[in-house]
C-alpha cells in the first residue's frame, strides 16, 4: 500500500539535478560543515601563537609544522585510497583531526600553550589532510558523470566556498571576542560531525581493484600516469611555487599586516570572507560557462591570484585588500573548476586518488619551506619587498606555463563515467551515451 508521503516524496526527487546523487549530497554536506570549522581554525591557530607571545617566525613554524606531514604522507595516502574504500580513509583522517584539534583548543583554552606543542598537534591534524584529500577528491569525481559533470563540479566548489565564507568572517569575529581556543573547539566538533556523515557514503557502485603488487607498486603506476601527462606535471610545478607563495602570505603576512596596520583579527577575517565570496562568484559563473579550451581559460585566471600580495605590498586600506581577495577568488575558482573537470575528463577512475596525490604533493611540497622561510625573508628583505616578489613570482612561473601545447590546446570531449552512490536510471543513461561527457 502507498502512503500519502509517498508523492510528495517522488515529487523531491524528480526536483533534484540528475547529478546531485546520494553520495555527492553526503560529500558536499560534509565538507560545508568542515569548512565552517576549518577557515575559522585556520585564523584561531595564528593569533594563538601571537597570544602565547610568539612572532612571525614562530607563525611561520607552526604553519609549517602543518604542511610537512601533507609533503611526507600525500603520496602514501593516494595509495592507500584506490586501495582501500575511500570513505574508510575519509572517516578515519575525519576522527584524527577531530582529536588533534580538541587537544589544542585545550591547550589554548588552558593558556600554557608553548610553540612546540602547538606545532606538534598541527602536524598531527596535516597528517590527517594528507590521507583525506586525495581520498575526497578521488570520491567526488567518482561520485558524478555525464554531460553537467563541470557544473556538478562547480556547485560542490561553491558550497565549500560559501561556507568557507562564513568560516572566515566568523572566526575572525569569534577569535576577537572569544579567543581562539573556543574556536578550535567548535573545528574539532566540526570535524566530528563531517566524519559521521561520510561514513554513509556508498561506494558498491565503485568496481573492485584488481589485485596489484603492492603500495610501492601502486605509487609507479600512478607516477607513470602523472609523468605521461605534460600538461598534468607542467600545472603541478607551477602550483608548486603558487600555492608556497599564498602560503606565506596568507599564514604568516596577511595576519602580520592585519595587526599591524589594519587593526587586529577582523579586517583579514573581512578579507579571507571576500576571497571566499569571489570563489563563489566564480562557481556561479561555472554553472553557466563552459569554455572549450578548459586549461588555456584556467591558467589565464591564475594571474590575478597575484593581486593579494600586491595589496599587502603597499599595503592598501582594509576595502582595498579586500577587493584584491574577492577578484582573486574569482579568478582562482574558474581554474579550479576547470581543473577538476580536466581531471574528470582525462585520468581513468581507478587511478583518480593516485593521480590526485601526486598533485596534491607536487603543490603543495613548497608550502613547510614558504612558510618557514616567510619570518627570514621579512627580515631579511623587508615585508613589502618579500609580498612584491610573491606578486611577480606568480606571474612568472603562470607565464611559464602558457609555453606548453597541452595546456593551451587541450578540449573538452563528449565521455562518460559511472556514477558512484547515484540514482539507478542515471547511471544507466550515461553508459547507454544519453548524456555526453563534459568533464
Not at 607498486?217 to 610545478?237: H, K, M, Q, T
Not at 599586516?257 to 577575517?269: E, K
Request: aromatic fraction near 8%.
Amino acid at each position: 500500500m502507498t502512503s500519502p508521503a509517498s508523492p510528495r516524496r517522488g515529487t523531491a526527487r524528480s526536483r533534484r539535478p540528475e547529478w546531485a546523487g546520494r553520495n555527492y549530497l553526503l560529500l558536499t554536506a560534509a565538507t560545508i560543515v568542515t569548512n565552517l570549522g576549518t577557515h575559522g581554525a585556520l585564523i584561531a591557530t595564528t593569533w594563538a601563537v601571537f597570544d602565547s607571545g610568539g612572532d612571525a617566525g614562530d607563525v611561520g613554524l607552526v604553519a609549517m609544522a602543518r604542511f610537512a606531514p601533507l609533503v611526507l604522507f600525500l603520496l602514501i595516502g593516494g595509495a592507500v585510497a584506490d586501495r582501500v574504500p575511500r570513505h574508510r580513509v575519509m572517516v578515519a583522517a575525519n576522527a584524527l583531526n577531530c582529536v588533534s584539534q580538541a587537544a589544542f583548543a585545550a591547550l589554548v583554552l588552558s593558556g600554557e600553550a608553548r610553540v612546540w606543542q602547538m606545532m606538534v598537534l598541527t602536524a598531527l591534524c596535516g597528517t590527517g589532510q594528507a590521507f583525506f584529500n586525495p581520498a575526497a577528491e578521488g570520491m567526488l569525481m567518482s561520485s558524478v558523470s555525464g554531460e553537467q559533470a563541470g557544473r556538478a563540479f562547480a556547485v560542490f566548489r561553491m558550497a565549500m566556498h560559501g561556507a568557507a565564507i562564513g568560516g572566515a568572517a566568523l572566526g575572525g569575529a569569534l577569535v576577537a571576542f572569544v579567543g581562539p581556543g573556543w574556536v578550535l573547539a567548535i573545528d574539532a566538533v566540526a570535524f566530528a560531525v563531517a566524519g559521521g556523515l561520510r561514513a554513509f557514503l556508498d561506494v558498491s557502485g565503485i568496481p573492485d581493484r584488481a589485485p596489484g603488487g603492492g603500495l610501492f607498486a601502486d605509487l609507479r603506476e600512478g607516477w607513470r600516469e602523472f609523468s605521461g601527462r605534460p600538461w598534468l606535471w607542467s600545472i603541478v610545478a607551477q602550483f608548486s611555487v603558487v600555492v608556497g607563495l599564498i602560503g606565506a602570505v596568507e599564514s604568516v603576512y596577511g595576519p602580520l599586516v592585519a595587526r599591524d596596520v589594519l587593526g587586529g583579527s577582523r579586517p583579514w577575517g573581512i578579507a579571507l570572507a571576500a576571497y571566499g565570496a569571489g570563489t563563489v562568484a566564480g562557481a556561479v559563473l561555472m554553472t553557466r560557462w563552459k569554455p572549450r579550451r578548459m586549461l588555456f581559460v584556467g591558467t589565464l585566471c591564475v594571474f590575478p591570484v597575484a593581486l593579494p600580495s600586491a595589496a599587502l605590498a603597499v599595503p592598501l586600506d582594509a576595502a582595498g585588500l579586500t577587493a584584491a581577495m574577492f577578484v582573486s577568488g574569482v579568478a582562482i575558482e574558474v581554474f579550479g573548476v576547470s581543473w577538476m573537470t580536466t581531471m574528470h575528463q582525462e585520468i581513468p577512475e581507478e587511478k583518480l586518488s593516485r593521480v590526485s596525490a601526486y598533485d596534491w604533493f607536487g603543490s603543495t611540497a613548497l608550502l613547510p619551506l614558504s612558510t618557514a622561510l616567510a619570518g627570514p625573508a621579512e627580515s631579511a628583505f623587508g615585508r613589502s619587498e618579500a609580498l612584491w616578489g610573491s606578486a611577480v613570482l606568480t606571474v612568472l612561473v603562470t607565464a611559464l606555463v602558457l609555453f606548453v601545447p597541452d595546456v593551451r590546446n587541450l578540449t573538452r570531449r563528449p565521455h562518460t563515467k559511472e556514477v558512484a552512490g547515484a540514482p539507478a536510471q542515471e547511471t544507466s543513461a550515461d553508459a547507454e551515451g544519453a548524456l555526453r561527457g563534459n568533464g
